[in-house]
């Protein structure tokens, strides 16, 4: 995400067929809770034809970013134990775009 030239935020992702999986998002530090987040989000979104799933996994601990993706209509999947270095677990969340609405 670009911010008077300047790059702010980034998503990483790796895509299989009709399914996205987000490797990493952030919005560089003094600019969090200012909404940006969720502006590149909705955008990042708005770049995938219908009938694209797309998945990623959270700490369980992260609320800002479990937030996040709730309002974007993602739920939760299932729980990776440990999946982080630390023992934290994972929340994977997922997506799915349909012409008839969100599944
Ligand atoms: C998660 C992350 C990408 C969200 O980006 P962000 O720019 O902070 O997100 P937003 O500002 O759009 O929204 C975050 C919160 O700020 C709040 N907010 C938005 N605009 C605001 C404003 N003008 N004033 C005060 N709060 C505001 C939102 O309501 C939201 O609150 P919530 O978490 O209680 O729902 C960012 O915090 C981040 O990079 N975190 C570290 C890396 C990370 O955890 N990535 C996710 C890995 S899965």
């Given at each position: 995400m670009l911010l008077d030239d300047n790059i702010i935020g980034y998503i990483f992702t790796h895509t299989i067929d009709k399914e996205v999986q987000i490797l990493n998002f952030a919005i560089d530090t003094?600019?969090?809770?200012?909404?940006?987040g969720e502006e590149f989000?909705?955008?990042?979104?708005?770049?995938?034809?219908?009938?694209?799933?797309?998945?990623?996994e959270v700490r369980k601990s992260n609320?800002?970013?479990?937030?996040?993706?709730l309002k974007f209509g993602f739920s939760e999947l299932g729980i990776r134990e440990k999946y982080y270095s630390d023992g934290e677990d994972a929340l994977v969340m997922k997506r799915k775009l349909l012409a008839h609405g969100l599944v």
């Open positions: 003094p600019y969090q809770h200012k909404g940006y989000f909705s955008y990042f979104l708005d770049q995938f034809d219908e009938d694209i799933s797309i998945i990623l609320f800002s970013a479990i937030n996040l993706y």
